[in-house]
DNA sequence: AAAAATAGTGTACACGCGTACGCTGAATTC
DNA sequence: GAATTCAGCGTACGCGTGTACACTATTTTT
């Protein structure tokens, strides 16, 4: 019942997820990698990769759910900052840019997979970001006293503008990191002020669009 | 003088460029395509491409080229159309969507090449919204007397927003797309109030980030 | 102990790729 | 009119790709 052999299997499984991990950097992305460079960097015979995945792109859906994960341990980490006292918008821009700092090859994966070519990516990403905006869609409601419109847009944007500085930290040097990080701060809190200043007044919300 | 043999090559050289742009697609990208696809699509020999492009590269600068263009186009449009009466706010954001609607796999092109694996590519769409932002940015200085700063703020957020709704409207049906306007217009007016407000207030933007 | 299942291997194939090279015929220059 | 230039073509090469197939060695099931 051990399954020396299911673990074995799940051993290996985990080296070709860390091959392609391993193998994503800014020149080259998880599209332009092929299925014999995975498998040869996580010692294993071309053919054998089909022992665990029909083809790259359900190793690249694996991928995009561990990214997944990972950001959401990242929230909690958030969390736990702002429990201990700080200013939400400040320890979670700081939080973010560390997790670039941190898991960049991840974080470009998201990126680009977001508008990429296969359809079956695009939503995967898409759904773990409306996971991380959806939960502080929930934040403003409650902690803020916002309308549930009002707190979708504010969710909305905020991650929008964080992701967007995220993608620019890619290419950035460190030593201006805090610099993009102010800033990213300063417009979370003009949205914010904005969000504030609509809520209660939804009528605003209904505009009218030449047809 | 005439120079009947520069003018050909004038042609075929359009050929390639367009037989590229037609080629893209929400499942093609232009880091996918070959070319042999190209050339084959311009209805020339493969060896024959190099008589107008070094590399696929040289090709793909001279469309983010030609789409920074378009873009710039889009935005006099506009301008136009601000000066014949109505919101700022709400005309760009309906002429943006408009540029969506008729050039999908141009902004496609953008997005993809922005988060790409070529350095070169990365620049030149990086500098196209640059210098979209820097527009808006003396407008929002000019017009409402904003602070460079505040401006530029508010003008990085406000393209930062309306890029990112182009990106979903790729993947929505039309009866969604004024859905999307409107929440997009709600959400640049957040941005717009926050930055008003936050105005002359210059010494709240520095912000204390712990090193 | 025998039989079945299966993770991993090695060989082999057709395919599309970028591009080097030499040629041709028409436009251009002399 | 002769010489030169050059856009476009066809052939040919080596390379990396995905994957079909048969095989082996070991674990698991019977």
Do not use: W
């Amino acid at each position: 019942m051990s399954g020396i052999r299911a673990q074995q299997k799940e051993k290996t499984r985990r080296q070709l997820i860390d091959a392609a991990l391993g193998q994503l950097s800014s020149e080259k992305s998880f599209s332009s990698l092929s299925l014999r460079e995975v498998a040869k960097e996580a010692g294993l015979a071309p053919t054998s990769f089909y022992r665990h995945f029909t083809d790259m792109d359900e190793l690249g859906l694996t991928l995009v759910d561990e990214a997944g994960l990972t950001l959401r341990q990242l929230m909690r980490q958030a969390r736990q900052r702002i429990e201990k006292g700080g200013s939400v918008i400040q320890i979670s821009v700081i939080t973010f840019m560390e997790f670039i700092e941190n898991n960049g090859n991840i974080f470009r994966l998201l990126l680009r997979e977001r508008s990429g070519t296969s359809p079956a990516f695009r939503a995967a990403v898409n759904r773990e970001i409306r996971y991380f905006t959806m939960e502080l869609c929930d934040y403003l409601q409650q902690v803020n006293k916002l309308d549930a419109e009002v707190a979708y847009l504010q969710a909305n944007a905020a991650v929008t503008i964080v992701f967007s500085a995220g993608s620019d930290a890619l290419d950035i040097e460190a030593k201006d990191y805090e610099q993009l990080a102010n800033r990213t701060i300063q417009q979370l809190r003009f949205i914010a002020k904005g969000a504030t200043e609509f809520n209660g007044r939804t009528e605003l919300l209904k505009i009218k669009t030449k047809v």
